[in-house]
């Protein structure tokens, strides 16, 4: 018998139609058979203090999210040439914890819409802060899109058949990559 693969998937965007966020929601409607996508819920995350002597609820739900990953998705906006804070957050409070467990090793998939290059500035920035982490980003497929293009709906929701070719084919690298850095 197989096991599930857990990916927790994080949208740097907190806006309800968020492109970043529709990507992510059809790689959860469209996950390989196998693996089990969940979305982590960051509206009410607040920014990391160490001086707040105890967690918040959202921060420890996050923090479970975490644990329960053995692989991650990163939907990475790009704001003013970088990732966007509520991403950069969420990965700031599950590095405070003990000796890095929640990321220490775990693959993980990046993507990204946004004007222009459709976030590829914002992704290599974001894989300098996995290296910092020990993170695996996945070199290939790298998924961008260009929020502006046609390629998304009013909603928000992924239209472009293209794009979810390649969110087909970073999964199933995802999957594969997990499998290889924790057999």
Not at 26 to 54: C, S, T
Not at 64 to 70: E, T, V
Request: proline share 5%.
């Amino acid at each position: 018998m197989t096991k599930t693969l857990n990916v927790l998937a994080i949208c740097g965007s907190l806006r309800a139609k968020s492109t970043n966020r529709g990507m992510l929601l059809w790689a959860q409607a469209h996950a390989p058979k196998g693996m089990k996508i969940h979305l982590a819920d960051l509206l009410d995350v607040p920014f990391y203090n160490a001086d707040l002597a105890e967690k918040p609820a959202a921060v420890s739900r996050l923090l479970n999210d975490f644990a329960q990953a053995d692989a991650l998705i990163l939907g990475c906006p790009e704001y003013n040439y970088s990732l966007a804070p509520a991403l950069k957050n969420a990965l700031d409070w599950a590095s405070r914890e003990p000796d890095n467990y929640l990321l220490r090793g775990k693959a993980v998939a990046i993507m990204g819409a946004a004007g222009g290059m459709g976030s590829s500035r914002a992704q290599y920035h974001l894989r300098q802060v996995c290296v910092y982490l020990d993170l695996h980003p996945l070199n290939k497929p790298e998924v961008f899109a260009n929020a502006f293009s046609g390629a998304f709906d009013n909603e928000g929701h992924l239209i472009d058949s293209k794009i979810q070719e390649n969110i087909k084919q970073q999964l199933l690298a995802l999957a594969a990559w997990q499998q290889k850095l924790q057999p």
